[in-house]
């Protein structure tokens, strides 16, 4: 019994190390000032059309303006006890989504973010790849949106604002998200996704959606609800309790 408590014991221990970011210093994460992103909306406004469509390439040649923006965000790591619920929740949604073009950047030109790194989604993938410097440590995609966002913030609608640089993702905004402006820049963003045909086809009676509601519809749920309760706070459409539901395939095609 002893050897098997150690055994799971150590065992937890390595699942959980594997998913906390690598540290570059022991102890906490150094905090900074909370951070104005109108560098990220120079650039989004630039390089980001109205429907999301993004060129890399203009990225690319703006490079020094991109990374200035990083080294900002790496250099003011959320302070949990003096920033705000919404400027830390702006500044994690704009280092995803800036990072995530950054990425693409380093390795364009690409047919798809999945090309990156092959391996098994959410295990050994390229949203495992530890190569966000911030305040002091590394982070993955993986960790800032599944320990940080979702865990942390209990927000559903970041699913309509975080971009993974696919065709089937809701689109980047080409402007970054900021604390004053934050809950109506989400609303906006859920409307647009629910009325967007290439993400989701909402009739009355019958609903082809994203599957980000499949992989995560507990988030969608957590208010007591079903899915096509949430979809109806955003859609324009109104549909029925009754309505057959089915899933879009996803298009993992570069949003370019």
């Known amino acids: 019994m002893l050897r098997s408590n150690a055994f799971l014991s150590g065992l937890f221990m390595l699942i959980s190390f594997s998913f906390a970011p690598s540290c ?3 102890g906490s994460p150094l905090t900074g000032k909370p951070v104005r992103h109108e560098a990220w909306t120079n ?3 630039k390089y980001v059309s109205p429907d999301g469509k993004v060129n890399y390439p203009g990225f690319i040649r703006d490079k020094q303006a991109v990374q200035e923006y990083l080294d900002l965000l790496g ?24 990072f995530t073009v950054k990425l693409i950047m380093d390795h364009y030109p690409i047919t798809s973010i999945k090309d ?6 959410f295990v050994n993938s390229v949203w495992d790849l530890k190569f966000i410097p911030l305040g002091g440590q590394l982070y993955d995609l993986n960790h800032i949106e599944h320990r940080i966002l979702r865990e942390k ?7 309509f604002a975080i971009n993974c640089a696919s065709v089937s993702c809701p689109k980047l905004a080409n402007v970054a998200f900021e604390a004053a402006t934050l809950d109506k820049q989400l609303e906006q963003a859920a409307r647009e996704f629910f009325a967007d045909p290439q993400k989701n086809k909402l009739q009355p009676n019958r609903i082809e959606i994203s599957r980000i509601f499949l992989w995560f519809g507990g988030d969608f749920k957590k208010s007591g609800g079903d899915i096509i309760a949430y979809i109806n706070q955003y859609s324009e459409v109104r549909i029925s309790p009754k309505a057959s539901i089915s899933y879009l395939e996803y298009d993992w095609n570069l949003n370019e």
């Open 43 to 45: 650039l989004l406004r």
């Open 153 to 159: 913030f209990d927000e559903p609608r970041i699913h």
């Open 75 to 98: 250099a003011n790591h959320p302070d949990e006890q003096r920033w705000t619920r919404a400027e830390q929740l702006a500044y994690w949604i704009n280092a995803y989504n800036a």
């Open 24 to 26: 570059k210093a022991q």
């Open 116 to 121: 990156i790194k092959k391996g098994i989604p």
